[in-house]
Each structure stands twice: as C-alpha cells, then as structure tokens.
C-alpha cells in the first residue's frame, strides 16, 4: 500500500476530475475515466517513471488499491445519485459504457468544484 503523500489524491479531488471528465464526454466508459485518475496520478509523478529515490535506487509505483477503490466510490456515488446510468446506445447498453442521465445534476456539480 502506498503511504499517504501530501500530493495523493482526495475523494473530493477524484470526484471533481470524473465530474469535468463526464461534462466534456458525456458518453463514455468507466475505463476512460479510470484513465483520467491515471494519467492525472502519473503527470503529478504519484505512479509510473521514476517516483522517488533512495540513494541511488529509483522505483516505479503503479496505482494503488486505494485509489482503484476511491475512484470506484466515486462512480457509485454519481451512479446512486442518477447523474450517470449504465450504456450509451442500442449496441453497448450496460456497463462499462455509462451516459450523463441528468445533465442539470452534472451542471450543478461542475459549477459547485470551483
């Protein structure tokens, strides 16, 4: 388990990323947003290249469990509260692939992360 760094992501941090993700592609997969999280972890230099060294001994860090789980919360959350649903058309009508369902709902969020 990676131990807590000042730079980790929050819930509230994960949560506002999904919440921009789903406002610019409201049609999308729970792997494009898992992405977002990763590629926002890798950029802050949290997981992937070199993260840290010790001496002269450098390692790689890869996503932990507990921002797989945060992210996974996340999209429950918007799930429960009805600002997603499960697929995006006739051919992919379930999960992975999600929908915004109420767009007044994602609007509200979006303007309340700022």
Request: with cysteine; net charge negative.
């Amino acid at each position: 388990m990676r131990q807590h760094i000042e730079q980790d992501l929050s819930k509230e941090d994960i949560f506002r990323m999904i919440v921009k993700h789903l406002d610019v592609f409201p049609l999308t997969s729970i792997e494009a947003i898992r992405e977002v999280i990763r590629s926002s972890l890798n950029q802050r230099g949290l997981i992937g290249g070199i993260t840290k060294q010790t001496g002269a001994a450098a390692y790689n860090r890869k996503i932990s469990d507990q921002d797989i789980q945060l992210i996974n919360e996340c999209i429950c959350d918007l799930l429960n509260s009805r600002v997603i649903q499960p697929g995006i058309n006739e051919v992919n009508q379930d999960l992975p692939w999600i929908s915004v369902s109420d767009k007044e709902k994602l609007e509200t969020l979006v303007n309340s992360q700022y």
